[in-house]
């Protein structure tokens, strides 16, 4: 596994890198009850153990697009704290758990959940909620009211880590 202790001064290198990366995107807050559903949508019945069964958007996700999000240093950014089977992206983070076999991992409703909102299951997480404008400070005002992602955006991504499998997952999605 990549992110042993060995790495810890190239991972405060790369958590700044990606402070400074973040700071156009909304901050967020930490969670004040973990009870509030302010969110709409299927966030109303999202559930730490099973995270949120109702997908946020009618079209069925599309891995080929979240494949696309995941790699981009625009739309996801998840790459600056993951690692991901993308290989041609050359510089990948390790702040996060490696992506690969996240499908194992998780079911679609629990991946909904860590990418919609992860500091509702830990209120400390570096991770950005993905799918939330309540409760976050800092918000740039071109941001506020916006989530990181869109609705149909989050069912792409989330078609993609379903899709990333042990056996299969180098070439998923490809
Ligand atoms: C600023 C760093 C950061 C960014 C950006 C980020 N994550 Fe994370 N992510 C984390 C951390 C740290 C964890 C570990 C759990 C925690 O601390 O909340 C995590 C956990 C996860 C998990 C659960 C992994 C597991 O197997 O336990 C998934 C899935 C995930 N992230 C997907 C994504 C995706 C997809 C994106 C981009 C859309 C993304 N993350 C962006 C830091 C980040």
């Not at 290198?13 to 559903?37: E, K, N």
């Not at 690692?83 to 983070?93: H, K, L, N, S």
């Not at 500091?119 to 997480?125: A, I």
């Amino acid at each position: 596994m990549i992110g042993t202790s060995s790495a810890r001064g190239q991972k405060a290198r790369a958590a700044m890198a990606v402070g400074a990366a973040l700071a156009c995107l909304p901050l967020a807050g930490r969670a004040q009850s973990g009870a509030d559903d302010s969110t709409g949508t299927g966030m109303a019945t999202a559930s730490i153990a099973t995270g949120i069964p109702q997908p946020l958007h009618e079209r069925p996700g599309d891995p080929r697009q979240g494949r696309a999000i995941v790699a981009s240093r625009q739309r996801g950014l998840c790459l600056l704290c993951h690692r991901a089977p993308i290989p041609e992206e050359r510089f990948q983070g390790d702040i996060g758990p490696d992506l690969a076999g996240a499908g194992d991992r998780w079911t679609s409703a629990q991946l909904r959940l860590r990418l919609a909102d992860p500091q509702r299951l830990n209120p400390g997480s570096l991770m950005p909620s993905y799918f939330r404008t309540d409760h976050l400070r800092q918000v740039a005002p071109a941001w506020r009211g916006r989530t990181v992602l869109a609705a149909d955006e989050i069912e792409d991504v989330i078609a993609y880590l379903a899709s990333l499998r042990s056996t299969t997952s180098a070439e998923a999605a490809r």
